[in-house]
Nanobody, 122 residues
Framework: QVQLVESGGGLVQAGGSLRLSCAAS????????MGWFRQAPGKEREFVAA????????YYADSVKGRFTISRDNAKNTVFLQMNSLKPEDTATYYCNGDLRNLMSGGPGKYWGQGTQVTVSS
């Protein structure tokens, strides 16, 4: 079992930045591909970014490419999402996600965090 806990969400003006963190339990964190999804009210959860277990490969949704950066520190069992040039359209609950296979082979991973709210004002 892997437990994921997100933090770092909040209220920010358009054009601003936030850095989300996801702390993972377990000594096998290094073996999990990790990612971020988001869900706005009334909409389906959508993929944002993913990073391979060794950090060697990253993937981004077109809507955030060039603005968001996913990274990880396996020594600290933590994955990050640096969000720059935020837009009101980025407003959503952001969820950390992980799996041994998924995220790199298509589809979301098995494990989810509880979510952290990001609100971008105009």
């Amino acid at each position: 079992q892997v437990q994921l806990v997100e933090s770092g969400g909040g209220l920010v003006q358009a054009g601003g930045s936030l850095r989300l963190s996801c702390a993972a339990s377990g000594r096998t964190f290094r073996n999990y591909h990790m990612g971020w999804f988001r869900q706005a009210p009334g909409k389906e959860r959508e993929f944002v970014a993913a990073i391979s277990r060794d950090g060697g490969s990253t993937y981004y949704a077109d809507s955030v490419k060039g603005r968001f950066t996913i990274s990880r520190d396996n020594a600290k069992n933590t994955v990050f999402l640096q969000m720059n040039s935020l837009k009101p359209e980025d407003t959503a609950t952001y969820y950390c996600n992980g799996d041994l296979r998924n995220l790199m082979s298509g589809g979301p991973g098995k494990y989810w965090g509880q979510g952290t709210q990001v609100t971008v004002s105009s």
